[in-house]
């Protein structure tokens, strides 16, 4: 039983982070999704943690295989504590490349027996961040099709998107 652990902040979760979580829950047994708290991030996250919990929920229902958990701890103590053996990330373009190979070179010094695997972003969700879609929703845009329908509902709720 091999199970995998797609972790971010998810504030909120994209359709390109959804994207990723489908292709891994199609290559392992399971997939959780971690949720971080992450209250430092960005002078702290729009959505509560049990907001972006639910998001995820809600938008991987369809998916057996994946369940969601919010955490507060180190990603590598929160695998080891959830039984996942290998951290899945998504990689977008090479900006991305520079925190994510720090991310994985400190997680593999913190336990070296939790592999980390990157999944490349579709050409269509390279470009997209969950911090560009509320800078959209902030200004009036429309966020719709770069997030699922009840995320896109929930910006403009509380950023007055269009
Ligand atoms: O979506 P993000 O913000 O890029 O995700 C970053 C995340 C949550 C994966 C990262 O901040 C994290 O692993 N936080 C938990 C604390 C931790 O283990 N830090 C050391 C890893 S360098």
Redesign the pocket.
Known sequence: MKRALC????DPVTSGHLDIIERAAALFDETLVGV?K?PE?GGGPLFSVEQRVAFIEEATRHLPNVSVRP?D????DFAKREGATVIIKGLRAVTDFE?EF??AA??WR?DSKIETMFIMAIPEYMYLS?SAVKEIARHGGSVRGLVPDHVAVALERTLGAH
Do not use: E, H, I
């Open positions: 972790p971010g902040t998810f971080a992450s991030k955490f701890t180190l990603l590598v925190r720090q991310m400190l997680n913190l969950s």
